[in-house]
């Protein structure tokens, strides 16, 4: 019996992290800058990274620290206006940077980060946005159950790590060919004009958010 209700549990859980990781957000507009402005590498860092920040909700929600998150306003919100600031300082940056120069056959000048910076990106990027941290309350509280062994459990935080990790390196593959960058950045500064704003408008999103 115990075993119907892990699967059922798992399907749940595994269903609604798909479409959380098809419905746009922080994340998908940071691989999109990533691959867009730095290539493939930096952002299959980046990549890991978010997979990697998902391990800070796992690990609060499974030790019962994210009850207190639920219950406490005040704890709530610091985690929300982080995660707000943090995004708005991206965006602010991102609206600054040069767009990327072209050689005279067109293919893109990379410019660098270090995998460490782009892997800290994507970590930082996941682990403090409020949409993440209510999702995984909400598993944890609503569809897995409290007496749900802590292995089990263990197996379903994994499972959601690998999964965004997968979804958003094949993404980093799409995203950093050659004729994909080159078409977005064919608007110049644009491009960064954009993206910036539309992490300036998640972070206030997220800022107001109630």
Known sequence: MDNVLYIHQFIILAGAMFLALLSPGPDFAM????SVTYGRRASIFTSIGIAMGISVHIIYSVL???????????LFNIIKFLGAAY?????????????????N???????????FKAFRLGFLCNALNPKATMFFLSMFS?????????YIQSFYGLFCIFET???FIALSFILSQKS???????????????IGTVLIALGLKVAFSK
Do not use: C, M
Request: aromatic share 12%; proline share 3%.
């Open 165 to 167: 990790a997968l979804w």
């Open 64 to 74: 019962g620290i994210g009850l207190i998150i639920s219950k406490s306003i005040i």
């Open 180 to 194: 994909v960058r080159a078409f977005l950045n064919s608007f110049g500064k644009w491009f960064n004009r954009t």
């Open 105 to 115: 056959n067109k293919h893109l000048i990379n410019k660098h980060i270090s995998d």
């Open 87 to 103: 995004l708005i300082y991206i965006g602010y940056h991102t609206l600054k940077a040069k767009p990327i120069k072209f050689e």
């Open 31 to 34: 691989i999109l800058k990533q």
């Open 142 to 150: 609503v569809v897995i159950s409290v007496d749900t062994p802590l």
